[in-house]
């Protein structure tokens, strides 16, 4: 069965802190376990719509290291993330193309016109991984793009999304049967 999997690294500032800053901190055990705009995430207070980075707790999984992230081969089953209705940048580590042949999809939802920027980094020393964003019917709508200086940085941008609306990046190896480590970056403005 799975349980939470998802760590949010934070550094616990106490509840209730008269100091709120964009830092995560516990939750209170009373209701409400957190202050007006900010939501309990994993036992963490966080800011609503501000950023998080999240974890794929590989010591969960046997196999491949985001096991706990699959199946999430197609836009069809994606891993649902919660950009944008809980934030607006999002990171998710730990994850892997593998066994051989895996795909990887990330699911988002817009909620306002928004310019979504997606962006993996994968293991320099292992296999190039490529990712695309895809539109809501699961077409590619934007190719990702090797960061200059950083090629194992692959990244994309589509501007003027309308809100309301999910797209999904899509992650795979870039020749077939080959197989990396990664982490994921989503993020939409404003
Ligand atoms: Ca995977």
């Known amino acids: 069965m799975k349980t939470v999997f998802l760590v949010i690294a934070v550094i616990a500032t106490g509840c209730y802190s008269p100091n709120l800053s964009n830092e ?26 501000g950023n998080a980075v999240v ?19 197609s836009y069809t089953a994606p891993f649902v993330t919660p950009v944008a209705s809980q934030f607006k940048t999002w990171k998710l580590t730990g994850l892997a193309i593998c066994p051989a042949g895996d795909i990887d999809v990330y699911a988002l939802t817009t909620n306002a ?28 709508m934007k190719n990702g ?19 309301n609306m999910t797209y999904y990046v899509f992650v795979q190896a870039s020749t077939a049967g080959n197989q990396n480590t990664y982490s994921l970056d989503i993020a939409v403005t404003p």
């Open 113 to 140: 016109m928004q310019t979504l920027t997606a962006s993996i980094t994968y293991d320099s020393s292992g296999e190039p991984l490529d990712m695309q964003l895809l539109d809501s019917n699961g077409m590619t």
């Open 55 to 73: 974890q794929v707790d590989a010591a969960m999984g046997s196999g491949c290291p985001d096991e706990l992230s699959e199946p999430n081969n």
């Open 24 to 49: 995560p901190f516990a939750c209170g055990s009373d209701t409400p376990q957190c202050p007006d705009g900010y939501d309990c995430m994993s036992g963490t207070c966080v800011k609503s719509g």
């Open 145 to 163: 793009t090797a960061m200059q200086g950083m090629t194992n940085v692959v990244s994309a941008s589509v501007a003027d999304l309308p809100t």
